[in-house]
């Protein structure tokens, strides 16, 4: 980045599972940053001491203007918002409230405020079931639930925002986040959580009694859904080189795949938690949940061609330890383990 002075960002979810992530990211980095999250499903031990915190709504527009006005706010980090892909089918006003008309009132108050970079936490189900085998930006985005058009629509919000207005984005569509803080700082801490590894730790450390595979008729090599596996220290790593990009071409906006480009099924991943943990977690084979493709993989030539963004933690193992421990500590902040 060829700015010397380090403009504020404000992480919205930065009390969440990802949104904590980055804001460590950002402050390692030496970016003052601030956050904003109403704590429904984060948590306010999530984001250090240092960090000022505003409990509130991103719908908010009264609270955003206090709040771009008091840190001097130059560039926005969302991640706020419903992520749950069954229950978007099941709910799917929930979603197109959280994701998209509240991602719209921050926009609006971004342009309001003249704030000229914006980041977006957009999702590999923006591409619905692709038929290709690896996934590009130019894959067809073509949803088969309401969270990915929920995000498809806050993308093109952005692009026709930016067309009128002086803000340049970067939309990073993620494919399967996992792990947490190597130095243990943070990590997926929301109750029930949906994510497999989670899940299969919780089941390990005897906090479930088993793990449900959703599905065992897929076209897949063992028949279970293939996905691409992402450590979220790499996936915050991948917002700061974006944010910084934004910086140095303000004229131009990106649309970046986060992904390793190589998939795991659900039963290598539990192979792995059972050979990480020492081990054997119970498996209860369920029928296929709606909206799941059979496989999502991405292919990540984009972002490596255009940020120096090289991961650390490419490792299925190394991003099931590192979310081990984070279970261990959690049990201790919580008094259960």
Not at 104 to 121: D, N, Q
Not at 259 to 283: H, K, P, W
């Amino acid at each position: 980045m060829s700015q010397t002075v380090k403009p504020s960002v404000l992480v919205t979810g930065g009390a969440g599972y990802i949104g904590s992530h980055a804001v460590l990211a950002l402050r390692d980095a030496g970016w003052p940053v601030a956050v904003i999250d109403n704590l429904t499903t984060g948590f306010r031990f999530a984001v250090p001491e240092s960090v000022p915190l505003y409990e509130g709504d991103i719908e908010d527009a009264g609270l955003l203007e206090r709040i771009f006005s008091e840190q001097g706010t130059r560039a926005i980090m969302h991640f706020a918002g419903s992520i749950v892909v069954p229950e978007s089918v099941e709910n799917p006003l929930k979603y197109y409230h959280n994701n998209t008309v509240k991602s719209r009132a921050l926009i609006e108050a971004a342009v309001k405020a003249g704030v000229p970079h914006f980041i977006f936490s957009s999702t590999a189900a923006t591409y619905g079931i692709p038929t290709v085998a690896a996934v590009t930006e130019d894959t067809p985005t073509v949803p088969i639930n309401p969270y990915g058009w929920s995000k498809l629509m806050t993308e093109r919000m952005l692009a026709d925002t930016s067309y009128v207005h002086s803000l340049n984005y970067c939309v990073l569509r993620y494919f399967n986040v996992a792990g947490a803080d190597p130095q243990a700082r943070t990590g997926q801490s929301t109750a029930g959580a949906t994510h497999l590894i989670k899940v299969a730790l919780e089941a390990a450390l005897g906090k479930r009694d088993s793990v449900s595979v959703f599905g065992t008729d897929y076209d897949t090599p063992d028949s279970t859904g293939v996905r691409d596996y992402i450590h979220v220290s790499d996936l915050a790593a991948a917002h700061v080189l974006a944010l910084e990009a934004l910086i140095d071409q303000p004229q131009r906006s990106l649309t970046m795949n986060c992904g390793y480009g190589r998939g795991f099924s659900v039963l290598e991943v539990l192979d792995a938690v059972d050979r990480v943990t020492n081990r054997m977690i119970e498996r209860r084979m369920e029928e296929r949940r709606a909206g799941d493709p059979a496989s999502l993989i991405s292919d990540p030539s984009r972002i490596r061609a255009t940020v120096p963004w090289r991961p650390k933690h490419d490792d299925l193992d190394t991003i099931i330890a590192h979310a081990l421990a984070w279970e261990r500590k959690l049990s201790e902040i919580r008094g259960d383990g």
